[in-house]
């Protein structure tokens, strides 16, 4: 499965959830904690979140093509988060930083939009859209711009870094 993901700063998140809720389908509201671990003998990680009760694990082969996200991805449900925190710490992975997000999730037009706020860092917008084809990837980085100039958010205002680099960044600025 492919990822394709754009994230952009936002600075008005009221109005742009206004927008929102005008041209697309509300989902759910969401509070996600991830735990990212490192894995032994990498500089990569895993990650395990928890997401309205559900505990995912994922584990993503991760490029960056014009600020935006081609990932290769594969997920799995836990039943317990904690004897999967100790199953990875068995193993050599360390626990290298945990992110909160929580916000709100749309669709539009077969893509998900996420308008979510990462604690620790500010607001963004964030939108993606799921393949198994990978010939499709060009036209969905196409239609990742499009859906941002539409809702109103400047190419300069695109988020390129990892979320967890801006946060390990600000820790060290602490």
């Known amino acids: 499965m492919f990822e394709i993901e754009l994230k952009a700063w936002i600075t008005a998140p009221e109005s742009l959830k206004e927008q929102l809720i005008r041209i697309a389908d509300f989902v759910k509201s969401f509070s996600k904690k991830d735990y990212y671990f490192l894995i032994p003998g ?10 309205g009760g559900k505990n995912i694990v994922t584990v993503k082969d991760k490029n960056l093509v014009d600020g935006v996200e ?17 199953f990875a710490q068995m193993i050599g992975s360390k626990l290298d930083i945990i992110k909160y997000k929580r916000g709100d999730l749309f669709v539009y037009n077969g893509y998900n939009i996420e308008l979510c706020e990462l ?44 979320y967890i680099d801006m946060l390990k960044e600000k820790n060290e600025d602490i």
């Open 42 to 51: 990498k500089q990569d990680w895993f990650r395990l979140r928890i997401d």
């Open 70 to 86: 081609i990932n290769k991805e594969v997920e799995y449900c836990v039943d317990s988060q904690d004897s999967f925190i100790e």
């Open 119 to 162: 604690v620790g860092l500010g607001w963004f917008v964030e939108i993606e859209k799921l393949t198994e084809d990978s010939s499709k990837i060009d036209q969905i980085k196409q239609e990742l711009r499009e859906i941002l100039a539409l809702l109103g958010v400047g190419e300069s205002q695109i988020e390129s870094r990892l």
